[in-house]
């Protein structure tokens, strides 16, 4: 199967700083999706990503695919304590959903 | 509107006996269906995925089954449980808009 990574496995900021996270690949995806775990919850379907170079926004959230559709990134700007949990990258692929290793995200209030 | 139930959210057994999820979804016909599991603070591995009744691919050998007898239907199980078996399980189905996944509750699963 496609093989995702994702850096870091854990950050932990001071509410009001910024976080990203990034998703990278050895080989080109087909799209990039992004998840959001709350602690003791199930992940929740964010966005998708599916052309080279795509920026999307929601909010504080940023999200990018590369130009070579090889990574992908998440930036929140300010983080505030509700932004807690850890984020997933996922490709999807012949019905199969490829999910990277996660970033725990913790924001110190 | 679609929705999936899995249930139950949380369960303890010992090792040695036999396990039965169910997850059902409503509102869909013939989804793609999968059982996930995630190990504590660990990411999501993928366990079993089905394209329709009887349809089961398995993507890691284990102690677990998978079975589907109805479109909306999906079971995980397993004979005997094993300590490693503990983790939060996670039935998905993939959504028809942007094919994303929709997940369940989760079952948290403790094997003691």
């Known amino acids: 199967g496609q093989q995702v990574m994702q850096i870091p496995q854990y950050q932990h900021v001071q509410e009001g700083e910024d976080f990203t996270t990034y998703c990278n690949s050895s080989?080109?995806?087909?799209?990039i999706q992004w998840y959001k775990q709350r602690p003791g919850g199930h992940p929740v379907f964010l966005i998708q990503?599916?052309?080279?170079?795509e920026v999307k926004k929601q909010k504080r959230l940023t999200f990018q695919f590369g130009e070579a559709k090889k990574n992908s990134s998440l930036h929140i700007t300010a983080t505030q304590t509700t932004d807690v949990g850890t984020y997933f990258c996922?490709?999807?692929?012949?019905?199969?959903?490829?999910f990277g290793t996660g970033t725990s995200l913790t924001v110190i209030p | 509107s679609q929705t999936i139930h899995q249930w139950p959210a949380t369960l303890v057994q010992p090792v040695g006996s036999p396990l039965s999820l169910e997850c059902t979804v409503e509102?869909?016909?013939?989804?793609?269906l999968y059982w996930y599991r995630q190990a504590a603070g660990r990411g999501l591995q993928l366990l079993f995925y089905?394209?329709?009744?009887?349809?089961i691919s398995s993507e890691v050998p284990q102690n677990l089954s998978a079975s589907r007898p109805q479109d909306r239907q999906f079971i995980l199980s397993s004979k005997k449980l094993l300590l490693s078996d503990s983790g939060f399980y996670l039935c998905?189905?993939?959504?028809?808009?942007?094919?994303?996944?929709?997940f369940g509750q989760g079952t948290r699963l403790t094997v003691v």
């Open positions: 509102g869909t016909s013939n989804p793609n």
């Open positions: 080989t080109t995806l087909s799209n």
């Open positions: 996922a490709e999807v692929y012949g019905n199969q959903f490829y």
């Open positions: 089905s394209i329709g009744i009887d349809q």
């Open positions: 990503l599916v052309k080279s170079g």
């Open positions: 998905a189905w993939e959504g028809t808009l942007n094919t994303e996944a929709f």
